[in-house]
């Protein structure tokens, strides 16, 4: 008997300075910003990055990323990324 264990993934996500980040679970690594940007309580229109190191990196709402436990996002008004 197989036994599948599924993996649960927890990435971060600034969504208002001066407040500790949201924490969020997923149970796959491939999610869409939107996804994120839904289950840390964000307006859609609000800009995503995905903060690597001192670089923000965009992620639009259809876009599919490979997510790792411990990802910091930030979730900044539209425009604010380009």
Known sequence: MQTTLSKTIHVFVEVENNKPPVK???????VKG??????????????L?????QK???V????????ENGDHFVSLPPGTIS
Do not use: C, H, W, Y
């Open 49 to 53: 990055a995905r903060r690597q190191g």
């Open 24 to 30: 969020l679970e997923f149970d796959t690594s491939e």
């Open 60 to 67: 639009t709402n259809d876009q599919t990323i490979t997510i």
């Open 56 to 58: 923000l990196e965009l």
């Open 34 to 47: 939107q996804d994120i940007k839904v289950r840390a309580g964000v307006p859609l229109e609000n800009d």
